[in-house]
């Protein structure tokens, strides 16, 4: 099969074409800025890229369009499509489907899947849970929205198709988004998957540019509950109010609880060093000791480890697998230090995906909490954002984001291409928080605050114009 792919350098869609590749499809594919790290990957996998979506595509004659819902019906100013490949394939009668439902027929068919959903931590628990099971020998299949840096030869594969475990059954572990599928099909990509293990790790108001509130989310999760199988396990954050309205909406598999003192699975301990307990296994001797932070890890790894147990990985098994776990690429990754001149202990920069609010509280919650349990208490947090999702765009949750950056001894937002005012929703903040209308202004003024010890967290969900490697640059200019 022949399949051409629209917007194939998005992370999903490019995971989608890798795995066809892999299953021996031909493969080409098209985006609005094809470009590296993304291209050189699909194109080392023999994957034609295009530069736009141009109508002269059809030339390709693919068996079917795979389109992503980057792609849209929009219209120019001058009334021409902003994507002409998809209004062609329209008035062609090609055929085309989401990628979701691609994936649905082609790949996670006859395979039990685990699918982990939720505004928070769904690379990170995907990740996770994968490496539990490749760990216990399961050889699964994933997805996952990110760069995994923990599966030796696969390690950077976003995707792969997996093998067959010992019980000759196949996995396959994906991350479950609640965004739209395409411009034809508006339910949640989350739908398509079928799963017969979910995770449901937390839920929050997100996606303010296709939900009009939480209502309309949660209601979305009650659509991915109702698709879970009578034998199958729903696997549920206990302390999420949320989450409990939409199992009020019900439930129709095994439910298994994480999180809180007295559910399925809970943490005794700190999150970098942490015991393993359980409701329904009283004698558990399970531990995880890692390299992470952040309470939010802990429940990331508790969510992984109940949902392993639904497909026969015991608990303990699952934590010894997590304590050799690394994190994703952008997962409070560290991309650098510099020794300054006027100090002995280094400069930190780090790069995290952490966008929404709490995302960012939470990452910031984690490493601060971390430092003062090691004694680190003079070392400071500076927090460098770009507030770029398009929720944050919006403006809709502006005014948490002092919450959001209170563990940081001075924040600095790039403000720039925003329609509201940062610097208002940052007032509370006083002289900790300041705005910034280039990248460059924003590295300047970091740099010339850094001092011996400081750990500068940026956070933003896309490349944030090359912001790590010019303040690395410049930090050691400043040396």
């Not at 194939?8 to 890798?18: D, I, K, N, Q, R």
């Not at 649905?104 to 899947?113: F, I, M, S, W, Y």
């Not at 999180?259 to 296994?281: I, N």
């Not at 500076?382 to 002092?402: C, D």
């Amino acid at each position: 099969m022949h399949i051409h792919v629209l917007g194939v350098c998005g992370t999903f869609m490019g995971g989608l074409a890798a795995l066809a590749r892999e299953a021996g499809h031909k493969v080409t594919g098209c985006d609005a800025g094809v470009y590296p790290p993304m291209s050189d990957q699909l194109r080392a996998l023999g994957i034609e890229l295009i530069e736009g979506f141009g109508a002269d595509q059809m030339a390709l004659q693919p068996d079917v369009f795979v389109i992503g819902n980057v792609v849209s019906r929009v219209r120019l100013p001058d009334g021409s499509p902003k994507y002409p490949l998809a209004d062609a394939i329209l008035n062609a009668g090609a055929r085309y489907m989401s990628g979701p439902q691609w994936l649905a027929e082609n790949v996670l068919r006859d395979r039990h899947v685990l699918a982990v959903a939720g505004t928070h931590g769904k690379t990170t628990t995907t990740t996770m849970l994968a490496w539990i099971l490749d760990r216990a020998g399961y050889q699964p299949g994933y997805l996952i929205g990110g760069v995994p840096l923990v599966f030796g030869e696969d390690e950077g594969k976003s995707a792969r198709l997996g093998g067959t475990a010992p019980d000759g059954k196949r996995y396959f572990v994906i991350e479950a988004d609640e965004y739209d599928t395409a411009f034809f099909d508006k339910r949640s990509k989350f739908v398509h998957y079928g799963p017969r293990t979910a995770v449901l790790n937390n839920l929050e108001f997100d996606h303010a540019d296709i939900f009009d509130n939480l209502a309309a989310i949660e209601r979305q999760f009650h659509h991915l509950m109702r698709i879970v199988p009578g034998v199958g396990r729903a696997v549920v954050n206990a302390q999420d109010e949320s989450l409990a309205r939409v199992l009020k909406m019900g439930c129709y598999s095994e439910l298994k609880t994480f999180g809180s003192l007295g559910a399925d699975f809970f943490a005794d301990g700190p999150a970098h060093d942490f015991a393993v307990r359980s409701r329904t296994h009283p004698v558990l001797d399970a531990r995880v000791s890692w390299g992470l932070t952040g309470s939010h890890n802990q429940m990331n790894a508790l969510a992984a480890i109940a949902a392993a147990e639904h497909v026969g990985v015991s608990p303990d098994m699952a934590a010894a697998a997590l304590s050799s776990f690394q994190n994703a690429k952008r997962r409070m990754e560290l991309r650098g230090e510099v020794v300054l001149t006027s100090g002995a202990t280094p400069v930190r920069v780090y790069d995290d995906f952490a966008h929404h609010p709490t995302a960012i509280r939470l990452t910031l919650d984690g490493l601060r909490d971390r430092l003062d349990a090691d004694a680190r208490r003079s070392e400071r947090l500076i927090a460098v954002f770009e507030p770029r999702s398009a929720t944050m765009k919006l403006g809709t949750m502006s005014q948490q984001l002092p919450w959001a950056l209170e563990r940081a001894a001075f924040s600095h937002c790039h403000a720039a291409g925003l329609t509201w005012n940062p610097a208002e929703a940052l007032k509370p903040m006083g002289e900790r928080a300041v705005t910034h209308h280039s990248v460059d202004a924003t590295v300047q003024a970091v740099v010339a605050q850094a001092q011996p010890g400081d750990h500068i967290v940026c956070m933003s969900n896309g490349g944030f114009g090359g912001i790590h490697a010019k303040l690395l640059a410049a930090l050691e200019v400043k040396r």
